[in-house]
Structures are given as C-alpha cells and as structure tokens.
C-alpha cells in the first residue's frame, strides 16, 4: 500500500461515517477497497432481500440491470440532484450506466428504465406520520414497490422504474436521499449498514456495495463458489 493509500485507510477509519455523501464517495474512491464480507451484505440485500418488494424475484440470484451492452434510459425531469446524483454514481463506481432521455415517453418506448417525478413521493399509509421524500415504485399512482415484471428468470432488471422525489407536502429529498434512491432503482433491494432511510442514506460503504454487484454478472449465484475475498493490502 503506497503513502496515500495508508492515509486514505486511516482517514476513512476515523472520518468515514461522518462525512457528507458525495465526499464519503470521493474518500471511498481513492482506494476502493472492497470489504470481505460484501457478497454476504449483496447475498440478503439483493439475492433474498426480506423486506423489499424486490424478494419475489429471481431468489439467490444476482438482480441487476444489464448495462453492458444498453445503458438505463433515464428522464431526469430537469432536476439537478437527479443529474448530480448519476453523475457521482457513474464516477464512484468507474463505469457509465445511464442515458439521458429528453422525454418520459423516450423511456417508456424503450421499455426499461428510470423516470424522476417530483412530489409524488407519498409514504406508507400505515405510517402517516413518517414523511417519506423519495421512492422507487413501477407506478407513482399505486406508490412504493416493484413492478411485477421487473425481473426476468436470468436476473436482469428490465422494465420502468420511477424514482419519486419529494413528498406530496413540499417536503424535499437531500441529495444523499436520491443517490440512496438510485441505489435501490439499481438494484440494492433491502437497507444495510450506511444504506438506511433515516440515519445514514448513501454512506461510505454503500459505495463497495454497489461496486460489487455491477461487477457480478446478473443470474449468478450467491454461494460461496464465486465469493468475494477481498486480497489483504
Ligand atoms: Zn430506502
């Protein structure tokens, strides 16, 4: 491990958890290091989530979108965060995955893809009290959750996603709030550690995460065959 490197390890040792998202994803960058048990975290949170609607899919498989060959149709609906918060997720994790759509309608042709709306963010309505400020949902009308559809047998995420921002009271998402959100629309079914509604949206080892399933091929299976182990530096 080079000088900066050892700087950059001691840093995120003291630092990490209290930093603001988009520098926690800049500290994160310069070693990327990816933790030993991170295909364990992928495992519960993308291959059987528990708690999101994303558990009725493809069990123990690896779910995502398969950016390789089409990247995502995105309609940004103009909102700055929503732009900011691809760009720092293509730079952080080193690979593109979105196109820009000027239209909803772009995406809903291609049939795949992600369409911001803002507002439309309504909560449980089992928890009125509890704000919600963003959500993934496959109809802002019918609220959070999946669509049906949205997974094929082999893994991958192929279908129309909304990302809402904002609640229907005015109250508005953090920037860290819609990379979080993001970061379930690519797959990250349940929350973990540093990716949690309240407390800590898109923190510092949201970022390994994330990294790891892009680099899984969708349809693999979480067993202990193909692993991650993390070289020790
Ligand atoms: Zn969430």
Redesign the pocket.
Known sequence: MNAIARAAEAIEKRLAPHLPCGVAAFLWSIRRHIPADVDEVLSQINGLPKE?SLRGFAPGLVKRWEVENALIPVYANHDPRALEAMELIEKTVGRDFFRLCSSESEVKDAKRGVIFTKGQAAGDPSKPDMIAT??VSGDPLKGPGWPHDIVDANGVISGVLWVNLDSPTGKLATFEVVV??L??ALGLGD?FHD???FKR?AGFGFWPVLTRLYALRPGASYSSDNAYRSVSD
Request: net charge negative.
């Open positions: 999101s963003g959500n979080h959100e970061g379930h929350h990716f949690c509604d949206a």
